[in-house]
Structure formats: C-alpha cells, structure tokens
C-alpha cells in the first residue's frame, strides 16, 4: 500500500515551498495507486493524464501526483489537458486499467477560500505565508479521510498503449542539430527539425 507521508518530504524538497495543494497531490496520486494496486512507476509502467492547467494551486497539485506516482514530464508518462480541473486518470500499462480522480468541488471550493489563497490572493509569496496558516492546512490534508475530499472511478477507456523507446537520430540538413529522427520532416529532399521547418514554412 502506497502512503503518501512517506512522499511528503520528498515533496517538499522537489516543489519548493510548503502550501496544501502539493499534499493534495500526494494524496489523490496515492489513493489513485492503491485503487489500482501498483507500485511507483520506476520507467513507464504508469500514464497520468492530469485535467489541470496553469491556474493556481493546478501546478501545486501535479508536483504532488508526480513526487508519489513516478509518472514525470521527464519520462514523458505523464500529459496536461488543460482542462482547468483538479482531477486526472492513472493508467496501468502492463493490465490496460485506469482510474480517475477528482478533488470533490465543494472540498476545492473551501480549500479556495482558506486563509493561505487569501494570503495569496493579496500577493503574498506562498514560503512567506506564517506557517500557523500553513501548518494548519496542510496537517488537515495529510490527514483528512479519503472519501471526505476525493471521487475515485473506474475509466474503461484509456488511449495510451506501451510504445517503444526512439533511439534513432538524424542530423538536421539546415541547423546541423542532432535530432531524434521522427520528429525530421523531409522538405525539398531534406531531412528538417521541427524548429527549422516552421522557419522554412
């Protein structure tokens, strides 16, 4: 079973400041495992698709999913929508099963008017925010019961299948920038990245 204190140092470190919603990640992404049965995703054994966007507490939330679930814009198994929610699906590669999970809209709606966003609101910088307001938060979310804040269901469609790692570059004919050879186009008979076709275009 996968708990989400043994994450929270870890989070702390990889988000840089303390604040609620990161814990809230570490939370949602922990109990989305346990729904699944899987472990943290050492290479791509996990997808997350996350609905957020670039809104506040949206980028707080996904350091959390990413620090428990392994699931890393570095390993690429990991996508935004953009959907401007807080909720997301864990796929399970290997058994093609996924959940997703959403923070309940009346627990968003609260945590939105607590005295942290109020603090925030007002331009407060989030490590400078007295840690009696913070502390407070984020004990309760490290703490609250699973069903007071989260939905958890079950998703019978997934679009993401295993894909096989590109190891292929190319030069680029114009930038002479090694690149990986899918993402070339050929234009004129040469062999372009991305960058350079959108100059030529």
Known sequence: MIKAKDYYDTG??????????MPLGLRAGAAAMNALGVDRSQDKELYLIAETGDDH???CFVDGLMTVTGCTYGKS???????????FTLID?????????QIKPDFFA???????????????L??????????????????????SFLDISTVDEYPISK??????????DICGE???AHKLSEIDGKKVCIPCADQES
């Open 12 to 21: 702390i470190r990889f988000h840089g400041h303390k604040c609620p919603a």
């Open 126 to 147: 989030p490590q400078n925010i007295p840690a009696e307001i913070t502390d407070t938060l984020v004990e309760r979310v490290m703490n609250l019961p699973e069903d």
């Open 93 to 101: 590669i290997e058994k093609q099963k996924a959940v997703r999970v």
């Open 178 to 180: 090694r690149t990986f």
């Open 57 to 59: 507490a949206a980028g």
């Open 163 to 172: 894909k096989k790692g590109i190891f292929d570059t190319e030069l680029c």
């Open 77 to 87: 198994n990991i996508k935004k929508t953009y959907y401007g929610k807080m909720a």
């Open 110 to 124: 609260s945590m939105l008017k607590s005295p942290f966003v109020e603090q925030r609101k007002n331009g407060v």
